[in-house]
């Protein structure tokens, strides 16, 4: 599947149950089972890889963890190639944080929140076996950890059955819309924390002279996120900055459009609309040319030399004496004032010598 599904809710309200009704109704769809250091609640106990302290520790430093929660003192994590190959994935808010804010993959990240009242919550409980204490102290810890949980979500179900197979035919339906749609925008934005430079808010003109003065792409593609995807339909950009400036705009969770942030426009009737634009100062500059899924911003690259031929993998000795060596080339375009473009599978380059 293109996203990862991440299933969200406090405890109780059959997140586990859920997501085993749609792998038995689905055999083909994997579900992530996380690695914790706390000890199985039963024998046989599933949805988790149960690991000792320092084993987690352990794989924590070598491998890396992109989701990561504690809980009762307890440690949970899954690495980015466990991400990779799977499809479903139970999880608390402050893991979609951790797994938004690391998790570089190939997969969306499609969170859906399950809520149900406090009634229906503690009687579940009650009836998987928890006792008074662990239900109280559950109830109370899920009321702070889990406020304002729609804001993180893409999709939120109220449950106020408990009928296993209705529920699960409710998640499927918003699994398999949110996978067949396709969309006509995205919206990129530079994340703050790996932003080492400040680029943030900068012009476009403003980071043309940076990458003249330190050899760094004019758009770092690893400083930015993907924060929205979706469909606007037939619209301006004009149009589009307008959205994600109102009260409304559909990103909720991240920051309002501004200097510095990229729209992919895709699908558009008019492909004098499609591409990938950058929101400058006064107006928008095109800086890639759409592929229609995969993120095709141009970065500029200020080379001494380039051996560059198609089919074969590019190598570019940038200024700052580094060598960059791509995928393998597809597509050659030759500029009259000497630079050249290289198009590979992954990546859109503009090299100026």
């Known amino acids: 599947m293109k996203n990862i599904y991440c299933i969200v809710g406090p405890s109780g309200v059959g997140k586990t149950t859920v997501l085993n009704e749609i ?76 797994l938004k804010e690391l998790y570089r993959g190939r997969k969306g990240v499609y969170v859906i929140g399950l809520m149900a009242d406090t009634d229906v919550l503690t009687e579940r409980m009650k009836k998987r076996g928890d006792s008074e204490e662990s239900i109280n102290r559950r109830l109370e810890h899920d009321s702070v950890a889990f406020e304002g949980m729609e804001k993180i979500c893409d999709s939120v179900q109220q449950l106020c059955f408990d009928d296993v197979e209705r529920a699960a035919l409710s998640v499927e339906g918003i699994i398999f819309a949110a996978e067949y749609a396709t969309p006509t925008l995205r919206l990129y934005q530079i994340n703050e924390r790996r932003d080492k430079d400040r680029v943030m808010f900068m012009s476009f003109a403003a980071l043309e002279d940076l990458s003249r003065r330190s050899s760094r792409p004019v758009i770092d593609r690893s400083i930015y996120d993907l924060v929205w995807e979706g469909d606007l339909g037939d619209v301006d950009l004009d149009e589009v900055f307008y959205i994600f400036n109102s009260e409304n705009r559909p990103n909720k969770c991240s920051r309002s459009l501004s200097v510095s942030d990229i729209v992919e426009v895709m699908h558009n009737p008019d492909e004098n609309k499609n591409g990938v634009w950058f929101c400058d100062s006064f107006g928008w500059k095109k800086v890639g040319v759409s592929c229609y899924g995969s993120e095709t911003m141009v970065e500029v690259l200020y080379a001494r030399s380039a051996y560059v031929n198609i089919g074969e993998p590019a190598k570019i000795h940038l200024s700052n004496g580094d060598c960059l060596t791509t995928s393998v080339v597809e597509h050659i375009i030759n500029h009259p004032s000497g630079c050249m473009e290289v198009i590979t599978q992954n990546s859109h380059y503009k090299i100026i010598m």
């Open 23 to 98: 792998i038995r109704r689905h055999p083909e769809m994997v579900a992530i089972e996380s690695y914790t250091d706390r000890l199985p609640r039963y024998a046989g106990e599933t949805g988790h890889t149960f690991v000792t302290p320092e084993e987690f520790t352990r794989i924590k430093r070598e491998k890396g963890m992109v989701a990561y929660t504690e809980f009762c003192g307890h440690r949970y994590g899954v690495t980015a190639d466990m991400i990779d190959t799977a499809d479903l994935y139970v999880i608390d808010p402050a893991g979609v944080i951790t």
